[in-house]
Antibody, heavy 118, light 110 residues
Framework: QLQLQESGPGLVKPSETLSLTCTVS??????????WGWIRQPPGKGLEWIGS???????YYNPSLKSRVTISVDTSKNQFSLKLSSVTAADTAVYYC??????????WGQGTLVTVSS | QSALTQPASVSGSPGQSITISCTGT?????????VSWYQQHPGKAPKLMIY???KRPSGVSNRFSGSKSGNTASLTISGLQAEDEADYYC??????????FGGGTKLTVL
């Protein structure tokens, strides 16, 4: 069974770039069966899809975040990554990575809280 | 791309059935049979409960069922149990390779 684990700084300063990595175990990120996605959840609020990537590198982003988001994949490390630039307090959230098939998110990481504060 | 609309809260007594609605538009819920539902307990990651509108992943109780009519998808939980108390989110493919979540519904088991 696939397992996903997010990692990265828990505190980011305003205007800087948030960087997170999701490490996949129990399967290959090069599998043609899955897309790999990022979802976030501000404290006390709902879920927001950030974007998804296929192992080939094809990416799909939430239009509201597209100008600030980059998702990449490193097949040699079985990892995929999220970069969100020019962050503000509104980007404070729990960030989840997840597997995706046909717009459904099957397996989720435990999530990591990223706080944007000086 | 606007969030799908869900009621903020629903409640029911043990053994009863409840239904949570998820209203979108003809550009998302109405156009694709790609609605999924997630259960989230406090402090935990969401768990997939329904996909492609009405299919249950292996291991999910058959007390959970999904349906769709027009631009509105629904999640029904029958035989409510205390452990069903959680937040529930819908998600739909929204065209142009995008996905959109609902605002979430808090289910209280009385």
């Amino acid at each position: 069974q696939l397992q996903l684990q997010e990692s990265g700084p828990g505190l980011v300063k305003p205007s800087e770039t948030l960087s997170l990595t999701c490490t996949v175990s129990g399967g290959s990120i090069s599998s043609s069966s899955y897309y790999w996605g990022w979802i976030r959840q501000p404290p006390g609020k709902g879920l927001e899809w950030i974007g998804s990537i296929y192992y080939s590198g094809s990416t799909y982003y939430n239009p509201s975040l597209k100008s600030r988001v980059t998702i990449s994949v490193d097949t040699s490390k079985n990892q995929f990554s999220l970069k969100l630039s020019s962050v503000t307090a509104a980007d404070t959230a729990v960030y989840y990575c997840a597997t995706e098939r046909a717009a459904r998110f099957d397996y989720w990481g435990q999530g990591t809280l990223v706080t944007v504060s000086s | 791309q606007s969030a799908l609309t869900q009621p903020a809260s629903v409640s029911g007594s043990p053994g009863q059935s409840i239904t949570i609605s998820c209203t979108g538009t003809s550009s998302d819920v109405g156009s694709y049979n790609l609605v999924s539902w997630y259960q989230q307990h406090p402090g935990k990651a969401p768990k997939l409960m329904i996909y492609e509108g009405s299919k249950r992943p292996s291991g999910v109780s058959n007390r959970f069922s999904g349906s769709k009519s027009g631009n509105t998808a629904s999640l029904t939980i029958s035989g409510l149990q205390a452990e069903d108390e959680a937040d529930y989110y819908c998600c739909s493919y929204a065209g142009s390779s995008t996905r959109v979540f609902g605002g979430g519904t808090k289910l209280t088991v009385l």
